[in-house]
């Protein structure tokens, strides 16, 4: 087995994506960002990938030639604060299609492209279904190759972006037992100006930086231990690249995923993209190499996702459901006792008692669902 077919193997075996983390970290849907932060002391560890191929032929001789485009990632991310939470996201294997690369003859990059995220969110009004949040993102250039076909634009240049987030949950007091509404809009700024995408010297370098608008919303519905999702993520340049750029056109695509979740420290993911709209091919190829066939677009009609997370820390969630929920409830319940005995000067009593029954609803619906555990463990002991 050659050493490509080993990689996407073992990506195929150990990494299938999570329940609730993108690819750059942190509670939310495929690609979709929660405007939720992972709670301070949280370690998270993502591996997963997206990947496309298909089987066509030449125009003229009609010869059998495959594209693929395999992508492999991680990420590690921690929550630093009640509303703060770190990302590190290393591309590790990325297909360029062309030479170039440092991996498989030149085909790919091994490494590629590292992401680093901070993220602030949790930002919520106390009882209200809505939350809000944002996140600064860089992206290391660390990868052999840039100006990848078939991925969106990337121009070997430090990038940085912003994305505003908000989330709607359905029950705020339990957000993980109802369905939720995520929306984020992001600008990215490509840093590119002067930046040669060919190498050559007679071809045109971007004389402005071309920024990127990326806006995603999505939908997630979760049961029991299963949970679906819709997104609709498009991008559009608002400041072009050079010509020589391999995604430079408007794209949209509806992406549907499936999540698992076997226990409380590990999630398994399944989706697929299917794109919906794009412009016509806006690329020149008279100083890079040009597509197999004319006829195929820079952005691929599918891609596929697989993906796992495993929460790392804290130790404690490696315990039973109940057991946590027992936890949980005794804690909130000494939390609600310590509330109604003490007296604030910072806050009205309008104040004090909304927060009281806010406390004593999160109680209620925890023991609830404690309570339906227990009566699921009975029947299976009957």
Known sequence: ???????????????????GTTPLGGPGLIYVHS??????????????????????????NQRAYTLWDVQILMSLNYGIGRHLSLGLSPVLYQDVNRNGGNFWKGKANLPDDIYLSLKAGSYSKMESPFMFGGMVTLRLPTAKQHNIIYEPYSAGKLEFGLTALATYFQKPAVPEMGWSIYVNAGLVNHNDVGKSLSGRAEDATAQSWSTELVLSDGFLYPMETFAFSLELNTRYFLSLPPESAYSREYVSYLTGGVYYMP??????????????LSQADMTSY????????VAFPNYPTWRGVLGARWSLLPRTLYKSEDALLKQKAKDRKAILEKMMDQETNT??????????QAERKKVEEELERLRKLLDAEKQKEK
């Open 1 to 19: 087995m050659n050493k490509r077919a080993v990689l996407i193997f073992l990506c195929m075996v150990f990494t299938m994506r999570l329940w």
């Open 35 to 60: 405007a939720q932060v992972l709670p301070r002391g949280y370690l998270e560890l993502y591996s997963g990938t997206r990947y496309f191929g298909k089987i066509a032929s030449f125009e003229s």
């Open 263 to 276: 226990n409380r420290w590990l999630s398994l993911e399944m989706g697929i993209d299917l794109r919906l």
């Open 286 to 293: 008279e100083y890079i190499q040009p597509p197999p066939t």
């Open 347 to 356: 806050e009205t009593a309008e104040q004090e008692l909304t927060r009281i």
